[in-house]
């Protein structure tokens, strides 16, 4: 089975518009929480979220009329190419693939009053298409908050088949009335910030944002003259439909996600170093998660959560996550979990707090976990 190369990331998140403003403000520990501002929340229990701040700003203005979902894609793909050395007129006539995660896909036009303009996941990949004039094969990944690691296993499997030669694999989501008022009716949300596996966590703080690995052939890669950043060695994804939203306390298939992710890049418990971890700051997902390391890894293994910087990201998050690990390998340094005061004595690994932490290893796994019992791992490595 032959690694993907990653030769280009982007991340634009509440703490920056570029993934090093975005780098930066977590390793210090930043959070992108504030009061929200898209919409009306004067009748919500829970008010905070993880924004955007000035996206027109950053967007030019024929993107930013065709939502905002597209708005934070669209830059983010720009930013990706930019860092792989690709223009437009490449992938013009290049074969190249694109393949989107998402939960919420475009909602521009679906408010409390009602929809207006169309809507909906797969515009996303057609407003993607038109602007770039892509010529290869196009997905949609609708599989929740797990969305963006199905987009870069889809996108490694276009590659690995031969079909195309260059992919884009993104993940995005826009805060919304629809998602916010949804989740708040759930009582999963948190009334001020997100503390991942911390022992008074209170639940999550939901976010948007948009991340994309530019992923190739290493044979396409080396005849451009490239070097690749990271490589995407394997991946594991299941369902195991234990409830519709709450996690299988027994973490059965998140264990089988990552074994399988592990016996598909060929590599064994041993050789992973870090655990980019799903870590939504909820009781039932930070416990089910934590035992899943334990049992694969042992007390020995590191993990760490971003959510408490950014939020929850829904189908932009894994791809986020994986675009922050490639970093991490990149630049030997994990960001500290943030809002973690005490760690739930519960919880049998060790996770990343107060201080980032040095990384000398090779491979990371990074896992998303979605409503339904789906679960996703993601391993990437040197």
């Known amino acids: 089975m032959r690694s993907i190369a990653v030769s280009g990331i982007s991340v634009i998140s509440s703490l920056g518009s570029n993934i090093e403003q975005t780098w930066s403000n977590m390793l210090n520990k930043q959070s992108g929480v504030s009061q929200v501002t898209l919409f009306p929340v004067e009748d919500q229990h829970n008010r905070n979220a993880c924004e955007v701040k000035d996206l027109k700003s ?47 896909g475009e909602l521009n036009g679906l408010s409390r009053e009602g929809a207006h303009m169309k809507y909906g996941p797969h515009l996303l990949a057609k407003n993607v298409r038109d602007y770039y004039e892509l010529g290869g094969p196009s997905w949609t990944l609708t599989n929740a908050c797990a969305a963006g690691n199905f987009s870069i296993a889809k996108a490694m499997d276009e590659l690995q088949s031969g079909r195309v030669d260059v992919m884009i694999a993104a993940g995005v989501d826009a805060l919304s009335w629809v998602a916010f008022t949804g989740f708040s009716s759930l009582r999963a949300m948190s009334p ?18 948009a991340a994309v690995l530019i992923l190739e052939s290493i044979e396409h890669l080396q005849k451009r003259s490239r070097n690749s950043k990271a490589v995407i060695k394997g991946y594991g994804l299941n369902c195991d439909a234990h409830h519709i939203t709450q996690p299988d306390p027994d973490a059965v298939g998140a264990i089988t996600a990552m074994q399988e992710a592990l016996q598909h890049a060929q590599l064994s418990p041993k050789d992973i170093q870090y655990v980019s971890s799903h870590g939504t700051g909820t009781r039932a997902n930070d416990s089910m998660e934590s035992k899943a390391l334990f049992k694969c890894f042992g007390s ?63 491979n990371i796994i990074s896992n998303a976990y979605a409503f339904g019992g789906i679960n996703s791992s993601i391993i990437i490595g040197k």
């Open 192 to 209: 001020d910030f997100c503390s991942p596996f911390d022992k008074d966590r209170k639940g999550l703080i939901l976010g948007e944002g």
């Open 58 to 104: 950053i967007c030019i203005p024929e993107v930013y009329e065709k939502g905002r979902a597209t708005s934070l894609l669209i830059t983010a793909i720009d930013d990706a190419l930019f860092d792989a050395g690709l223009d437009e007129s490449f992938l013009q006539s290049a074969r190249c693939g694109l393949s989107v995660g998402t939960t919420m």
């Open 300 to 362: 020995g293994i590191t993990t760490s959560s971003v959510k408490g910087n950014i939020g929850h990201t829904l189908g932009a998050a894994s791809v986020i996550e994986a675009a922050l690990s490639v970093k991490i390998i990149n630049e030997k340094i994990i960001p500290p979990t943030a809002n973690l005061h005490q760690v739930d004595p519960e919880v049998e690994v060790h996770v990343i707090k107060d201080h980032p932490a040095n990384f000398d290893g090779e």
